[in-house]
Structures are given as structure tokens and as C-alpha cells.
């Protein structure tokens, strides 16, 4: 089974930095699309970024494009999303996604941005 557990998650100032870390297991890693969705209180699933399987092609919602950045280190079967330069409109719950299928999506790490 698909399992991804989120971490990193905090409570952040605005223009403050954050990394966050997805762990997956259950699938071949290296061979899948991930993404990181986020969904903000009262409003739909949002996603923010996409990563190849060989890190050749990203993508990112305009949003957080030039603030955002995906990497992934397939050895460790691991997703990472650094986060810097966090706006208030950042605060969310962020999703480890496996492609862009958000019933395989871990449990989710929780940042809000406040001052």
C-alpha cells in the first residue's frame, strides 16, 4: 500500500523559512510523479508543485513560484519542499501526493504563517 508521512510543519513569522519532508513507501519512488498539494481553512485542495521522476521536469503553481522549491532524493524515497519567504496566505495544510491522485495523499503537516 501507498503509505507518505509528512513532516516539518510549524508555526512560522511572515518572510520566515520552512522545509518540509514527505517519507514514502509501498510504491517505486524513483518511478513516480509526486507533487505537494495544500489546502487552506474552508478552501479546496490546491497544488503548489510537481516533480518528475528524475527531477527533469517541475512545475509550480504561480502562487509560490520564485518562493517554493521541490526536490526529491530518490535514494531515500523521500519529497522535500522548501518553503521561504512565507506570506500569511501560505498558512495551510500541505499533502505529500503520489502523482496527482489525491486519495494517495499522506496525512498532511500543518504550517501557518502568522506574526
Known amino acids: 500500500d501507498v503509505r507518505l508521512v509528512e513532516s516539518g510543519g510549524d508555526l512560522v513569522q511572515p518572510g520566515g523559512s520552512l522545509r518540509l519532508s514527505c517519507a514514502a513507501s509501498g510504491f517505486t519512488f524513483s518511478a513516480a510523479y509526486m507533487s505537494w498539494y495544500r489546502q487552506a481553512p474552508g478552501k479546496g485542495f490546491e497544488r503548489v508543485a510537481r516533480?518528475?521522476?528524475?527531477?527533469?521536469?517541475?512545475d509550480y503553481a504561480e502562487a509560490v513560484e520564485g518562493r517554493f522549491t521541490v526536490s526529491r532524493n530518490n535514494a531515500k524515497a523521500t519529497l522535500y519542499l522548501n518553503l521561504s519567504n512565507l506570506k500569511t496566505e501560505d498558512t495551510a495544510m500541505y499533502y505529500c501526493v503520489k502523482g496527482t491522485n489525491l486519495s494517495e495523499r499522506g496525512q498532511g503537516t500543518q504550517v501557518t504563517v502568522s506574526s
Open positions: 516533480i518528475s521522476p528524475a527531477s527533469t521536469t517541475i
